[in-house]
Antibody, heavy 124, light 113 residues
């Protein structure tokens, strides 16, 4: 079955960096665009970034452009999010997600599988 | 950016009664070349990641009970729970995937009256 498992969250001071990972299994990772979505405590959902199946195309939400980098290693079936210059407003649960098989390699899609999320807390 | 506005923010409905949630988009998410609305609905129970319920505005995801239905086109959409069950207590979100940035509505909290 499809599994997405995030890791790498924790407490970090403002201005520092953190790298999140999302280990996947149960589907052909290299055939899907992959996403990061976050949710601040008690708040709604916010899309963060998407990467195409081959890593050649990446798009970001405006507030993270230039600070966050999405990447993937198709040989390891793993998605990453490098987060630099972290701010208090980046505090959130970060989810990785994938699109339905019917969407194939599209980089705009709904999300049919989500991980359980990893909490990032930016605080001094 | 496409802004999705959900209403109401919260609603309380009796068991077995109908719940209706609205989602209004700041611009059309209907792609004319395929006549599809690029809109999805999710359910998020406390402490859980979101669960996809509906995509293409009205296509139910596999395994989703048929009491959940989606309707609408262009800029105005509705999620209907025809007969509310206790396990439907959750926050519901709409999402557009017409273009980046992908955006979500603010959420609607559904409770039992």
């Amino acid at each position: 079955q499809v599994q997405l498992v995030e890791s790498g969250g924790g407490v970090v001071q403002p201005g520092r960096s953190l790298r999140l990972s999302c280990a996947t299994s149960g589907f052909s990772f290299s055939d899907f665009g992959m996403y990061w979505v976050r949710q601040a405590p008690g708040k709604g959902l916010e899309w963060v970034a998407v990467i195409s199946n081959d890593g050649s195309n990446k798009f970001y939400e405006d507030s993270v452009k230039g600070r966050f980098t999405i990447s993937r290693d198709n040989s390891k079936n793993t998605l990453y999010l490098q987060m630099n210059s972290l701010r208090a407003e980046d505090t959130a649960v970060y989810y990785c997600a994938k699109g339905p098989i019917t969407f194939g390699r599209a980089i705009v899609s709904p999300f049919d599988y989500w991980g359980q999320g990893t909490l990032v807390t930016v605080s001094s | 950016d496409i802004v999705l506005t959900q209403s109401p923010d919260s609603l309380a409905v009796s068991l077995d009664e109908r719940a209706t949630i609205n989602c209004k988009s700041s611009q059309s998410v209907l792609y004319n070349s395929n006549n599809k609305n690029y809109l999805a609905w999710y359910q998020q129970r406390p402490g859980q990641p979101p669960k996809l319920l509906i995509y293409w505005a009205s296509t139910r995801e596999s395994g989703v009970p048929d009491r959940f239905s989606g309707s609408g086109s262009g800029t105005d959409f509705t999620l209907t729970i025809s007969s509310l069950q206790a396990e439907d207590v959750a926050v519901y979100y709409c999402q557009q995937y017409y273009t980046t940035p992908l955006t979500f509505g603010g959420g609607t909290k559904v409770e039992i009256k």
